[in-house]
């Protein structure tokens, strides 16, 4: 009997100390997988436009993909001043859009190397009419962003951070179509249009979102680059493009 004793006893050290040797492997390979990622920070081409993509848990993937199809492709196109496009959040951990893909943040908003930003898209997330609105330090960023950027744009119910931010006081602007009287309801002052796919007054852009999120895109690189290329990125994703074709509202 008390040789078996001693065996179990030296069998459940080796348990334990195969048990540790695991978790310091599981550490190990979590250790390494964020290192990996903290080094997976875009390298930025100086001499392109700076497109930071505002990203949250509930970001609807449409509204992020759309415009972030139409800018990335710029790279592609010659004589031109392309974009870098990147995302950013409050965190470089992975979040959740509302269709459940996890994405991995460029950059931490909340950090000092947060680079300079010249044109900021705000997907459509699902909690823009609510909490949100109530993130203090999101609704100071697009403020910051806002004294620098060329354009601050919008698509779906991302038009709601932008009004709560104060930024499209004194603008015309439009959402998600069933969402326009709740952000007349939240936002009584201001102008916001029905039957417009996309408006654009002064340096803002706000779009109705969902797959018309392409047109408001290609208009910005219409007005960036000119007719041809903006049908140049239409084709190559199979995009009849034609900008008089498109119900949209333009304020001189």
């Given at each position: 009997?008390?040789?078996?004793?001693?065996?179990?006893?030296?069998?459940?050290?080796?348990?334990?100390?195969?048990?540790?040797?695991?978790?310091?492997?599981?550490?190990?390979?979590?250790?390494?997988?964020?290192n990996?990622?903290?080094?997976?920070?875009?390298?930025?081409?100086?001499?392109?436009?700076?497109?930071?993509?505002?990203i949250?848990?509930?970001?609807?993937?449409?509204?992020?993909?759309?415009?972030?199809?139409?800018?990335?492709?710029?790279?592609?196109?010659?004589?031109?001043?392309?974009?870098?496009?990147?995302?950013?959040?409050?965190t470089?951990?992975?979040?959740?859009?509302?269709?459940?893909?996890?994405?991995?943040?460029?950059?931490?908003?909340?950090?000092?190397?947060?680079?300079k930003?010249?044109?900021?898209?705000?997907?459509?997330?699902?909690?823009?009419?609510?909490?949100?609105?109530d993130?203090?330090?999101?609704?100071?960023?697009v403020?910051?962003?806002?004294?620098?950027?060329?354009?601050?744009?919008?698509?779906?119910?991302?038009?709601?951070?932008?009004?709560?931010?104060?930024?499209?006081?004194?603008?015309?602007?439009?959402?998600?179509?069933?969402?326009?009287?709740?952000?007349?309801?939240?936002?009584?002052?201001?102008?916001?249009?029905?039957?417009?796919?996309?408006?654009?007054?002064?340096?803002?852009?706000?779009?109705?979102?969902?797959?018309?999120?392409?047109?408001?895109?290609?208009?910005?690189?219409?007005?960036?680059?000119?007719?041809?290329?903006?049908?140049?990125?239409?084709?190559?994703?199979?995009?009849?493009?034609?900008?008089?074709?498109?119900p949209?509202?333009?304020?001189?």
């Amino acid at each position: 009997m008390r040789i078996i004793i001693i065996i179990l006893s030296a069998l459940l050290v080796q348990a334990c100390n195969t048990n540790k040797d695991d978790q310091n492997s599981l550490q190990d390979h979590i250790t390494n997988e964020n290192n990996a990622f903290a080094k997976a920070q875009p390298v930025l081409d100086t001499s392109r436009y700076n497109v930071a993509f505002l990203i949250m848990d509930g970001t609807f993937n449409t509204e992020l993909t759309a415009p972030f199809d139409i800018f990335q492709h710029t790279i592609y196109r010659d004589s031109i001043k392309a974009m870098n496009v990147f995302t950013v959040a409050n965190t470089l951990d992975p979040i959740k859009t509302f269709e459940d893909m996890y994405l991995l943040p460029d950059f931490d908003y909340t950090q000092e190397d947060t680079p300079k930003i010249d044109i900021l898209v705000i997907p459509s997330a699902e909690h823009h009419l609510d909490t949100d609105l109530d993130d203090e330090t999101m609704i100071s960023f697009v403020q910051k962003v806002d004294k620098e950027a060329l354009f601050m744009t919008s698509h779906c119910d991302g038009a709601f951070v932008l009004a709560k931010a104060g930024l499209l006081n004194d603008k015309v602007s439009t959402t998600f179509p069933s969402d326009i009287d709740k952000m007349r309801a939240k936002f009584p002052a201001l102008d916001i249009r029905k039957e417009t796919l996309f408006v654009h007054d002064g340096k803002y852009i706000t779009s109705a979102g969902g797959a018309k999120s392409f047109e408001a895109a290609l208009y910005l690189t219409e007005h960036l680059y000119g007719a041809e290329i903006a049908r140049s990125l239409a084709g190559g994703l199979v995009i009849d493009w034609n900008l008089d074709t498109v119900p949209h509202t333009i304020i001189h």
